[in-house]
């Protein structure tokens, strides 16, 4: 057995690994909401999992680069091609590395993956509540606090409860402004989710 073979055999078993393991926390994520010490601050949110079960945890935590952001479109992102195969250890390459701005977009549902602590929102072109949708993410990490914050506190004003037990569909889609960095996710139940490529990490703000 030659030794890229070996090599490929070890990315493709761990990819299932991670893959499997991720699934089983996506069916059970609002169980672990209650083994949150203080469920209602996003900025004491605990990640439950170990960071080699997240996938590409290093390519995603990392902070916003100080660069010019060029100005994208929900529906332009839905056009971007995917690819088939991303090693879960894969490093940041090609567009991941520039920064994106989505001035117009619809908040349709956010929560906390009450596992790995981020704030996961899918967002969409119009208010539509079947438009297709791509994820936009606010990392754990601590340079995102406030943004977290703002965020929990802007659709509180709206009726809307968002926190490690809380969240989900919002009843109405709420405008909203996002800027982040391209990031290519790997396939899993994504319901009305039309994409792999997300904005992670993201702010989002509300208009």
Not at 140 to 164: I, T
Not at 198 to 205: D, F, G, K, R, S
Request: hydrophobic fraction near 40%; aromatic fraction near 6%.
């Amino acid at each position: 057995m030659s030794p890229t073979f070996r090599r490929f055999e070890h990315i493709c078993l761990t990819g299932i690994t991670i893959l499997l393991s991720l699934d089983f926390v996506s069916c059970k994520g609002q169980d672990f909401g209650a083994l949150q010490p203080t469920p209602n601050d996003l900025c004491k949110c605990l990640s439950l999992e170990p960071d080699v079960a997240d996938y590409r945890h290093l390519a995603k935590h990392v902070p916003i680069p100080n660069i010019p952001a060029q100005e994208v479109t929900v529906e332009i992102i839905l056009t971007w091609a995917q690819d088939p195969l991303i090693p879960p250890d894969a490093p940041r390459t090609g567009r991941e590395l520039e920064v994106f701005h989505i001035a117009n977009a619809f908040l349709q549902n956010a929560s906390v993956n009450a596992v790995d602590c981020d704030v996961v929102m899918e967002i969409s072109a119009t208010a539509d509540k079947s438009s297709p949708r791509m994820i936009v993410e606010t990392p754990v990490d601590s340079e995102y606090c406030s943004a977290r914050q703002n965020m929990q506190a802007q659709l509180k004003q709206h009726g809307f409860r968002l926190d490690s037990q809380h969240g989900g569909e919002l009843p109405q889609a709420l405008p909203v402004d996002v800027i982040g960095l391209a990031f290519e996710d790997f396939e899993h139940d994504r319901g009305p989710v039309a994409t792999l490529w997300e904005l992670h990490p993201a702010i989002v703000t509300l208009h």
